[in-house]
T-cell receptor, first 115, second 112 residues
Framework: DAGVIQSPRHEVTEMGQEVTLRCKPI?????LFWYRQTMMRGLELLIY????????DSGMPEDRFSAKMPNASFSTLKIQPSEPRDSAVYFC?????????????FGEGSWLTVV | DQQVKQNSPSLSVQEGRISILNCDYT??????FLWYKKYPAEGPTFLIS?????DKNEDGRFTVFLNKSAKHLSLHIVPSQPGDSAVYFC???????????FGKGTKLTVNP
């Protein structure tokens, strides 16, 4: 089974530019999560979807962040405009709610640097 | 406001000895707890979990203990191996929610 696939693995961009991070969840999983990891805040949940529908976006920092899931095999996290404080590792994760009691599987992360 | 706290940012132990990683939580609605392990440049991977109806769960060298009255859980690794060197995250979820809340992690170093 292929795991959660994220792209790009690394992105360096200038302040003010738009950033789009992409995620392909594990096939058949019905939950998708976007997490952000920073030294200060650790791993924090930004938003999660169930069957492509956003369920909880209370962790999204501000209006500059948006996430979509147009179908069961693809999601995007967009930052527009980007700022240096958005520099972090962004993880996508997916799970199947009725198996293994909510174990979620993470991708390898997208390392974002905003200069 | 951190609902899941790992107060030790780092821990160093000798190979063959026991590693004990601690985690405290504040939300009494949490009913399921997990530990994830993370190597550099990789995503976190699931290690072991425990339901709130239990106080201990064991899987090979890894044992998780839960003390609900103290809102505390710990992960024991015996014996520790250099390959266990990683960042360990404690996570928790409320019943009826798919949302996992993570601590900030503890970096474990096992010295040969």
């Amino acid at each position: 089974d292929a795991g959660v696939i994220q792209s790009p693995r690394h992105e360096v961009t200038e302040m003010g530019q738009e950033v789009t991070l992409r995620c392909k969840p594990i096939s058949g999983h019905d939950y998708l999560f976007w997490y952000r990891q920073t030294m200060m805040r650790g791993l924090e949940l930004l938003i999660y979807f169930n069957n492509n529908v956003p369920i909880d976006d209370s962790g999204m920092p501000e209006d500059r962040f948006s996430a979509k899931m147009p179908n069961a095999s693809f999601s995007t996290l967009k930052i527009q405009p980007s700022e240096p404080r958005d520099s972090a590792v962004y993880f996508c994760a997916s799970s199947l709610s009725f198996r293994n009691r909510n174990t979620i599987y993470f991708g390898e992360g997208s390392w974002l640097t905003v200069v | 406001d951190q609902q899941v706290k790992q107060n030790s940012p780092s821990l160093s132990v000798q190979e063959g000895r026991i590693s004990i990683l601690n985690c405290d939580y504040t939300n009494s609605m949490f009913d399921y707890f997990l530990w994830y392990k993370k190597y550099p440049a990789e995503g976190p991977t699931f290690l072991i979990s425990i339901s709130s109806i239990k106080d201990k769960n064991e899987d090979g060298r890894f044992t998780v203990f839960l003390n609900k009255s103290a809102k505390h859980l710990s992960l024991h690794i015996v014996p520790s191996q250099p390959g266990d060197s990683a960042v360990y995250f404690c996570a928790a979820k409320e019943g009826g929610s798919e949302k996992l809340v993570f601590g900030k992690g503890t970096k474990l170093t096992v010295n040969p």
